[in-house]
């Protein structure tokens, strides 16, 4: 009900056959051209190299797709900019765009590393993308001195300095998390919304916890008569409404509400941390009716008796608040009166998950001239609108926010969401695990299973995915 989506349809990879330079680097004094002219995608005769006046200029090879999926939007926006960039006199070298599908495309990009055939730009890579290459990245810190990043949110920045690796790439997007609620859900129960303001209390004075959040959600949660979950009376096999809902990511985003943690220990073993383990139990206990006979979240058996909630959680105008990023925010269109709130605190720690996207070098040559075409990329508007979430560089975060504000005029605080990166998760909730995809399908199956099946033994069950997650682990080459 609530996965990820990771699949994408095939995309052409764009790769221009390029003839390299043999002779040598002493530039020559010729003053035309003496090659066969080489077209770009467009058929335009590309610039000759300033060396040998007969092949390309030296180039560039930019590899998108290693973890982020590429819309017709998108490759419209890279194809334009490495045409632009190569039809350009003043361009020092040739972008190489290799675009792939996202469920291919970090496969193909583990073998070239493998074979010692690395791109020279990687990105949009996420962040379990970029740990995936933890080796791989050249620290860019000591080539940027003349290059200005002052435009750069250094939130964003900061995101991407690893200890002991230094700034593995730029940041060209990045999505907090905070909770999204209906207001008028609210106002129909009379209850105050829940605080703007991170640590602050709920309206009543009490701690805004999780604990006070399932408190709310449960008052918002009604029956087909009007019982909400608090009510003796409460039918929760015909609910009509729910109180909460986790939203758009997968398991492990959604357990970062307890708080930051990893399913592989500091000695690489499969390990369920004891907060998530607390939160497995929370939200199975919160979709099923146990000893309260109440439910304030969608299972998969009581969304489908609701089919706008099964379909769409928090956009079926049927849930009352929801854990979302920022990026949820373009699927909310049908709900008319909807705001943003604080994460609630667990043990005293309030913990939202983060969301970013970068771009780094991986290729060892040339890479002065290569830091130009990524500074370029990066701090090319253009491309980051095309990328979309909220843009890392600050001249454009007001015109971001203005034209959120004309799409939902009902006047949504996102401050509120912003000022969650400064409470994001570390570890990040989206960082490599072993056997990557084969472990997330098995966690996707794991989650389907308890949002299913009534009456599980949970903590059998997590045991249960722990091993068969180290079993996967192993499998590893």
Not at 7 to 28: D, E, K, N, W, Y
Not at 129 to 145: C, K, N, R, T, V
Not at 329 to 353: C, F, K, M, S, V
Request: proline letters at 8%; hydrophobic letters at 40%.
């Amino acid at each position: 009900m609530r996965k990820a989506h990771r699949s994408l349809s095939v995309l052409t990879v764009l790769a221009i056959a390029l003839t390299a330079c043999t002779t040598s680097q002493t530039p020559t004094t010729t003053s035309e051209p003496t090659g066969t002219p080489v077209k770009d995608t467009n058929g335009a005769n590309i610039p000759l190299c300033d060396h040998c006046n007969q092949c390309p200029p030296p180039a560039f090879r930019w590899y998108v797709g290693p973890s982020t999926s590429v819309n017709p939007d998108q490759m419209a926006a890279y194809t334009q900019e490495i045409n632009a960039w190569n039809g350009n006199l003043a361009s020092p070298f040739y972008i190489v765009g290799e675009i792939l599908p996202q469920d291919v495309a970090y496969e193909a990009l583990a073998n070239e590393v493998e074979i010692y055939n690395r791109p020279d730009v990687i990105g949009p890579a996420s962040r379990w993308a970029a740990d995936s290459f933890g080796d791989q990245w050249i620290d860019l810190e000591p080539y940027l001195a003349d290059h200005d990043l002052s435009d750069v949110d250094p939130l964003a920045l900061d995101l991407w300095r690893v200890e002991g690796k230094g700034l593995i790439g730029i940041p060209v997007g990045m999505s907090p998390s905070a909770i999204v609620y209906n207001r008028d859900l609210f106002d129909g129960a009379g209850l105050p919304y829940p605080p703007h303001e991170w640590g602050a209390p709920y309206a009543d004075g009490d701690l805004w916890d999780v604990a006070k959040l399932e408190q709310i959600a449960k008052r918002l949660t009604l029956d087909a008569n009007g019982n909400d979950a608090t009510s003796p009376q409460f039918d929760p096999q015909n609910v009509v409404q729910f109180g909460f809902a986790p939203q758009g990511t997968d398991l492990r985003g959604d357990l970062t509400l307890f708080g930051a943690g990893s399913l592989v220990d500091a000695d690489g073993r499969a390990h369920m941390p004891d907060q998530w383990r607390t939160a497995l139990n929370w939200t199975y206990e919160g979709m099923w009716p146990g000893e309260d006979d109440a439910v304030f979240m969608p299972n998969d058996t009581l969304a489908a008796t609701v089919p706008s909630v099964s379909t769409d959680l928090f956009n079926s105008g049927r849930v009352a608040m929801a854990h979302c990023d920022l990026s949820c925010t373009d699927y909310l269109e049908e709900i008319p009166n909807w705001d943003l709130a604080a994460l609630p605190a667990y043990q005293g720690t309030i913990t939202a998950r983060f969301r970013g996207d970068m771009i780094g070098i991986m290729g060892r040559d040339c890479i002065e001239d290569v830091v130009i075409a990524l500074h370029h990329l990066v701090t090319n508007p253009a491309m980051l609108k095309s990328w979309g979430g909220y843009p890392p560089l600050l001249s454009m975060q007001g015109g971001y926010i203005a034209d959120l504000d004309a799409r939902y005029p009902q006047h949504v605080d996102w401050d509120v969401i912003l000022e969650g990166a400064a409470y994001r998760d570390e570890p990040t909730c989206e960082a490599r695990l072993p056997n990557h995809v084969q472990a997330l399908d098995h966690i996707d199956a794991f989650q389907a299973l308890y949002e299913s099946t009534p009456d599980l033994d949970l903590d059998a069950e997590i045991d249960q995915l722990v091993a068969d997650l180290q079993v996967i682990f192993d499998a590893v080459e």
